[in-house]
């Protein structure tokens, strides 16, 4: 009798429970990109873990219960009561549980008649959270410590492959000295061959990947060690060392990049300069580049083209015989046994392979003369860029830069007051995409998901109290979770990324647990014809103990997490001390200030009722 008592007394609160629970997972199912990718998996998981478990606990556990609580009192039936049973068997424990319990009632019942003053100090209190949060800073994703990291080493272009080795080998040698290292693979050069022995990478290149023996054999991180090598190494002349972590990145662009469009390649270029020289004194900002310098050698031919006009050629016309003369032009394709291959026709080696060929190559005019390319053009050997990026018909050229030791958004705001000062031309602007990019349209996504699992949820309890009002008390238990969240992030120096927004829209479902048990019971004993008062202060010393359980059991099952033991694990670590934080704080305020609110927002329904009475 017991059991099925017991369960149908719980058994709206623990659904009303489950399914809030539940209901902040949908926005995040439906959440394109990475925090879909991310969390879908982990939502699904424990939503049918969550109903699986309310049927259980609605079914099972109140069986074995009624089994194994039986056997227990009736061999102790003769010698004490059911109340002092459960009292003895938890011993020092259960003592100490009576004194909180009997302080909590003491203090609800003051609460309560300080309504006012407790309301006022609640808001105060979480006014000053909120004043604390540009103090915690933001980022993307979290830094994983992989435990790898690459030396990227660029010299001149034109610098022979032994110019290379050699310094490649230096750095090597240097970074070989380091007691973390556990082995190293080293690349010089790139490429081959090329019109006039030109190549698209060149000798000029080298690159060292370094492993780290594990996270638990070592007392620095990767970025440690990256930041003493750094300094080790120096600077080289003519030479560019570059770093790069490899970590679980998340992000399609670089820690810190700037975006420049405009028309004149000349002058992006001139900008993309003057927006390196700013960053470079921004603290955090390392290994800084443009778009722009990588660049290859190529020729250059710049036609005359009033000498080009007496002979009857064009542009056009020139262009192609020079691309087809160098590059050559696919004149049939041969096939065997289903590979096809394609026939190209272009000059033999030796009449292409240095720059006077090029300018005695033979242009075949409408008249039938051969002039030669020297007499319309000018052909020299130059640089330009491997590339050229256009967005929106403009040109874009991108200066970007790695960051250690900082957080974005702090680096973001640094870097942001740089450029402030300068003074772009006409038609020019900048942006900072990458990362910041990312990191802005990812919470811009999970504001909308916080927002629609707020609603969610608040239907849910409507639906369960069959009220408009009474969900509102309940829904107050969510900004004061905040409060939490702020001074957990702070302590633990964790900062707002997309692992701690989840754990935020988490805590939507999970925080009004405890209060949908307390108001649930409230409601019920009101029901029986209990004063509201004394409703209020018996439901919470009965509720107290079931909230207290569940506010503990879920922290402690999270403790593993947010300590971010082992390789990888820092990438869940701030989604954990978000859920730590925001449920301690809000079960503590909750026991309080739920109820006053909860009173509050009674005299108002009960207000709008006699108005409605009288009316009738």
């Known amino acids: 009798e017991s059991a099925r008592l017991g369960a149908s007394e719980v058994g709206t609160a623990i659904s009303a429970s489950t399914f809030t629970t539940v209901a902040v997972f949908l926005p995040i199912l439906y959440i394109q990109g990475m ?4 969390f879908g998996s982990m939502g699904l998981t424990i939503t049918f873990s969550l109903l699986t478990s309310l049927l259980v606990a609605l079914t099972l556990v109140p069986m074995l219960s009624s089994k194994i609580l039986h056997l227990k009192v009736k061999n102790n039936s003769s010698s004490t009561s059911k109340e002092n049973l459960i009292q003895d068997s938890l011993g020092q424990g259960g003592r100490i549980f009576n004194f909180v319990r009997d302080e909590y009632s003491r203090l609800i019942g003051w609460s309560l008649r300080h309504r006012g003053i407790v309301s006022i100090l609640a ?26 990291f690459n030396i990227n080493i660029t010299l001149p272009t034109g610098t022979n492959l032994d110019t290379t080795r050699e310094v490649v080998s230096e750095v090597e040698k240097i ?35 370094v492993n780290l023996v594990e996270q638990n054999k070592r007392d620095r991180s990767t970025t440690q060690v990256i930041n003493e090598l750094r300094q080790k190494i120096g600077t080289y002349p003519d030479a560019q060392i570059k770093f790069s972590e490899q970590s679980m990145s998340f992000s399609s662009g670089s820690d810190l990049e700037v975006k420049i469009s405009g028309d004149s390649l000349d002058e992006l270029e001139n900008i993309a300069h003057r927006i390196s020289i700013s960053l470079a004194g921004v603290e955090g900002v390392y290994d800084l580049g443009s778009s722009v310098e990588d660049v290859r050698p190529e020729l250059h031919v710049n036609i005359d083209h009033e000498k080009a006009n007496i002979y009857g050629l064009n542009t056009a016309q020139i262009a192609s015989t020079v691309n087809s003369a160098l590059l050559g032009t696919v004149a049939s ?62 040109r874009i050229v991108s200066v970007t830069g790695n960051i250690s030791g900082r957080l974005l958004s702090r680096v973001i705001q640094d870097a942001q007051q740089q450029l402030d000062k300068l003074v772009l031309p006409e038609g020019y ?118 909230i207290l359980m569940t506010m503990l059991t879920t922290v402690l099952a999270l403790v593993p997490m947010a300590l971010g033991i082992g390789e990888g694990a820092e990438l869940r670590a701030p989604m954990a001390v978000t859920i730590i934080g925001g449920l301690t704080s809000s079960t503590f305020l909750s026991l309080i200030i739920v109820p006053i609110f909860y009173t509050f927002l009674d005299d108002i329904s009960q207000k709008v009722t006699g108005r409605r009475k009288a009316k009738n």
Do not use: C, H
């Open 333 to 394: 394709i041969y096939q065997e046994k289903g590979d096809q291959i394609d026939i190209r026709v272009r000059l033999e080696e030796e009449d292409r392979n240095s720059i006077e060929e090029v300018k005695n190559l033979l242009i075949s005019s409408s008249a039938g003369l051969q002039i030669p390319l020297k007499e319309i053009a000018e052909v020299t050997v130059g640089f330009g860029p491997k590339r050229i990026d256009r967005e929106n018909q403009q």
């Open 429 to 546: 602007r900048y942006e900072f995409v990458g990362a910041q990019q990312q990191m802005q349209e990812s919470f811009a996504s999970l504001a909308l998901a916080l927002i629609i699992a707020v609603l969610l949820v608040y239907m849910i309890m409507a639906a369960q109290f069959e009220s408009l009002i009474t969900p509102l008390a309940v829904m107050f238990s969510v900004p004061f979770s905040l409060i939490g969240v702020v001074l957990a992030l702070i302590l633990t120096g964790k900062s707002l990324s997309v692992m701690a927004y989840i754990g935020i829209i988490m805590l939507v479902g999970i925080v009004v647990n405890n209060s949908i048990v307390l108001i649930d019971y409230i409601n019920k004993l009101r029901q029986k014809g209990m004063e509201r008062k004394e409703a209020i202060i018996l439901g919470g010393k009965t509720r107290l103990r079931p």
């Open 35 to 38: 925090v879909k990718e991310l």
């Open 175 to 209: 970074a070989s000295k380091m007691p973390e290292i556990k082995s190293m693979l080293t690349t010089a050069g790139e490429g081959s061959g090329g019109i006039m022995g030109f190549s698209a990478g060149g000798g000029n290149s080298g690159t060292i990947m």
């Open 123 to 148: 808001v105060v209190i979480f006014v000053g959270s909120i004043m604390l949060i540009p103090f915690v800073g933001s980022e993307f994703i979290p830094s994983s410590d992989q435990g790898q």
